[in-house]
């Protein structure tokens, strides 16, 4: 004897993009809360970091810029040759 299938709701396009839209907001908002802790931790350890070794800190910063400028001068040396 055959068994009965359970009966189909046709959903619409409408339904569908809600509940897709639906989908992709809580997507969104979650990943918008774990990004929100990630820089919260990453400013206390900066932080921390800062005040227990000032020089070190100082010594960081200036290297990244130096880095940074140097990267930056070669790629409009190169972008404009």
């Known amino acids: ?3 009965a299938l359970p009966a189909r709701t046709s959903a619409t396009a409408n339904d569908i ?3 897709s839209l639906s989908a ?3 997507s969104f908002r979650v990943t918008q809360h774990k990004i929100s802790r990630a820089a919260s931790s990453l400013n206390r350890s900066v932080r921390r970091f800062a005040d227990d070794r000032p ?4 010594g960081v910063v200036a290297g990244v810029a130096l880095v940074a ?3 930056l001068r070669i790629w409009r040396s ?4």
């Open 1 to 3: 004897m055959p068994r």
């Open 17 to 19: 993009y809600r509940s």
């Open 24 to 26: 992709a907001e809580h």
């Open 55 to 58: 020089l070190h800190f100082v």
């Open 69 to 71: 400028g140097a990267a």
């Open 78 to 81: 190169k972008r404009y040759a």
